[in-house]
């Protein structure tokens, strides 16, 4: 079962538009787990949600197995980046949800305003939208498109950006997830910037060379200080493009999740015949 997006965790536990103890909610958390127990195994995206699952529907952990999404790496094929030397371009691409923690990148933005050289860019629409469009009423270095991309149109911005920004949020679910958007940049190439998350610790490791430059969450000014130290520093930025592409190739590539998926079909049905 594809259990990549969980119906009650998006709709209680991080959007909270019904309350755990609703008539709802618990029909809701019923459904979706008797759907879970249905299913041999469950595939989520990162072990950190594997585990979360495990916990919240009270099943097996072996019932969970993390595979990276599949990804467009048509639209979203590696592209060298080559810094311009004039604006650095930041550009953030979301659908406004809480763990994408947006105040985070706007209070960001808002505190490099005299920073000519640096202009943001953000391209979504969402549940936040109306305080986005308050906070960046009087800033200048920060456009919006609020609009429908498609993946063409998302991939030319990208490839067009310096630096890309992932999550910010202080939700629960911000600790547990590689959105999709770190997908996209990476598979491009580009730097990026993402909350120093649960995931991202435990993807990267002791890696003396992060493939991301991790801030904390909620915290705009270590934000603001991480982009205005990638805007001065163009050989960083290149340094990391190439490191976001390889770890995409080595962890998150269409390549890598195929290699799990094969290992599981054959897992299976090798133990079905021996059945």
């Given at each position: 079962?594809?259990?990549f997006?969980?119906?009650?965790?998006?709709?209680?536990?991080?959007?909270?538009?019904?309350?755990?103890?609703?008539?709802?909610?618990?029909?809701l958390?019923?459904?979706?787990?008797?759907?879970?127990?249905?299913?041999?195994?469950?595939?989520?995206?990162?072990?950190?949600n594997?585990?979360?699952?495990?916990?919240?529907?009270?099943?097996?952990?072996?019932?969970?197995?993390?595979?990276?999404?599949?990804?467009?790496?048509?639209?979203?094929?590696?592209?060298p980046?080559?810094?311009?030397?004039?604006?650095?371009?930041?550009?953030?691409?979301?659908?406004?949800?809480?763990?994408?923690?947006?105040?985070?990148?706007?209070?960001?933005?808002?505190?490099?305003?005299?920073?000519?050289?640096?202009?943001?860019?953000?391209?979504?629409?969402?549940?936040?939208?109306?305080?986005?469009?308050?906070?960046?009423?009087?800033?200048?270095?920060?456009?919006?498109?609020?609009?429908?991309?498609?993946?063409?149109?998302?991939?030319?911005?990208?490839?067009a950006?310096?630096?890309?920004?992932?999550?910010?949020?202080?939700?629960?679910?911000?600790?547990?997830?590689?959105?999709?958007?770190?997908?996209?940049?990476?598979?491009?190439?580009?730097?990026?910037?993402?909350?120093?998350?649960?995931?991202?610790?435990?993807?990267?490791?002791?890696?003396?060379?992060?493939?991301?430059?991790?801030v904390?969450?909620?915290?705009?000014?270590?934000?603001?200080?991480?982009?205005?130290?990638?805007a001065?520093?163009?050989?960083?930025?290149?340094?990391?493009?190439?490191?976001?592409?390889?770890?995409?190739?080595?962890?998150?590539?269409?390549?890598?999740?195929?290699?799990?998926?094969?290992?599981?079909?054959?897992?299976?049905?090798?133990?079905?015949?021996?059945?």
């Amino acid at each position: 079962m594809d259990g990549f997006i969980s119906l009650y965790d998006t709709v209680v536990n991080d959007r909270k538009l019904w309350s755990p103890n609703s008539l709802l909610s618990r029909l809701l958390y019923k459904l979706e787990r008797h759907a879970f127990i249905k299913a041999d195994i469950v595939l989520v995206d990162t072990s950190q949600n594997a585990n979360f699952y495990s916990k919240l529907f009270n099943l097996s952990p072996a019932h969970f197995l993390a595979l990276p999404l599949a990804t467009n790496e048509v639209d979203y094929a590696p592209t060298p980046y080559s810094p311009s030397g004039e604006c650095c371009r930041v550009l953030f691409i979301g659908t406004l949800v809480p763990l994408h923690g947006i105040r985070t990148i706007i209070e960001a933005a808002r505190r490099l305003a005299s920073r000519q050289d640096i202009q943001f860019q953000i391209i979504g629409d969402g549940a936040d939208a109306p305080l986005l469009q308050a906070e960046i009423a009087d800033l200048v270095n920060v456009t919006w498109q609020q609009r429908w991309y498609s993946a063409e149109e998302l991939s030319r911005e990208i490839k067009a950006s310096d630096i890309c920004l992932g999550v910010f949020g202080d939700t629960d679910k911000t600790q547990r997830v590689c959105p999709y958007k770190i997908y996209s940049y990476s598979s491009i190439g580009r730097a990026i910037i993402t909350g120093n998350t649960d995931w991202l610790q435990s993807a990267v490791g002791s890696d003396l060379c992060p493939p991301f430059l991790g801030v904390p969450v909620n915290n705009p000014s270590a934000l603001a200080d991480a982009i205005a130290f990638l805007a001065d520093s163009p050989q960083e930025r290149i340094r990391l493009a190439e490191s976001a592409r390889s770890f995409y190739a080595k962890h998150l590539s269409n390549a890598a999740s195929m290699q799990l998926l094969e290992r599981l079909l054959f897992a299976e049905s090798n133990e079905a015949r021996r059945e």
